[in-house]
């Protein structure tokens, strides 16, 4: 989890006409409201900056995950990316892939490389390979890829044999892709109480129709990573769930607006847990760029709509 020391900034632009003549130190200002119905204000809530480091399948960087996943691919795909939600229950789409990898295996050397230098250098692909070859069970690593590749080119009967741990070893992998929650614990916001007082009056009762007095969060998500994915970010220890579908390679990915209420903003305030549960949807191959740094970029805001209620 990462610690975020957040500045909250609100500005507030008020002008008007006053008559000189007027003395207004005495007026009680109690209950005096900014706008109408009609108004909107606007104010950044935070900011988090996700980097490659933090992306993580089973504690493994996502750069690292799919790196592996393209040996795992045929290097022709059906179609311009992976549909991972499919790997996770089409098995048909999988079995498709799979076919393809191994076609490519008997014609291409660099794709055979790079499946055997993976099963030497992951013992628990090693040991299920030599559990059908026993041949191969081997403690030189140059002997160990030269016997794999003269087998799997020239003895039809073993190459059977290793196609069939490939497919398995690769259906694993793919079946399996995922991203682990992003957790974060946001210090408290340096928020003044009577903005945050301003902000949280005159609002709308919950289920209100058409409400007019309302409080939501929106924001956007800059994404640079070759994945699409939904995210739907949990705001503990309050009930708000901010979701948004994000694109690969996509600088602007709107935030719709959520609707929170006075004592949602109050909670926040005093310090929150950001947890973002990540569902990947695509991967398109060969996109990742680990010299950017941040790789998500999530802005949160805050809309308030009609009077703002001065209590000074």
């Keep these: 989890m990462k610690k975020l020391p957040l500045l909250f900034l609100v500005g507030l632009l008020a002008a008007g006409c006053v008559d000189k003549e007027y003395d207004l ?3 009680e200002t109690d209950n005096i409201a900014i706008g109408d119905s009609q108004s909107e204000f606007r104010c950044p809530l935070m900011t988090i900056r996700v980097s490659m480091q933090e992306i993580t399948d ?3 960087d996502i750069e690292n995950v799919f790196r592996e996943t393209d040996i795992w691919l045929p290097t022709e795909l059906p179609d311009a990316y992976v549909d991972i939600r499919r790997l996770v229950s089409d098995e048909a789409y ?5 076919d393809l990898l191994v076609d490519e295996l008997l014609v291409s050397d660099t794709k055979l490389d790079q499946v055997v230098e993976l099963i030497w250098n992951t ?12 041949e191969l069970d081997l403690d030189d690593a140059d002997t160990f890829r030269s016997l794999f590749r003269s087998l799997y080119q020239n003895n039809a009967q073993v190459r059977e044999l290793l196609d069939e741990q490939v497919r398995l070893l690769a259906h694993d992998y793919l079946t399996a892709l ?4 992003i957790t974060y614990d946001i210090d408290r916001i340096d928020l003044d109480d009577n903005i ?4 949280s009056k005159n609002l709308d009762p919950e289920g209100t129709p058409d409400a007019k007095n309302t409080l939501h969060i929106y924001g956007t998500i800059a994404n640079r990573l070759p994945l699409s994915a939904e995210i739907r970010a949990r705001l503990r220890p309050t009930l708000i769930e901010v979701p948004v579908q994000i694109d690969a390679k996509s600088e602007e990915n709107v935030i719709a607006e959520t609707p929170i209420y006075g004592e949602d903003l109050r909670t926040l305030i005093h310090g929150c847990q950001v947890v973002i549960p990540v569902t ?4 398109y191959r060969n996109g990742f760029d680990n010299t950017a740094g941040c790789q998500l970029l999530i802005e949160l805001h805050l809309v308030k709509r009609g009077g703002l209620k001065l209590n000074l």
């Design 25 to 27: 130190k005495d007026v």
């Design 58 to 60: 089973n504690g493994i």
């Design 94 to 98: 999988v079995s498709t892939l799979l």
């Design 123 to 134: 013992p628990a692909y090693r040991q299920s390979v030599t559990g059908s070859v026993p």
């Design 178 to 181: 995922q991203v682990d929650d």
């Design 196 to 199: 945050v007082d301003m902000l």
């Design 280 to 283: 990947l949807d695509r991967y």
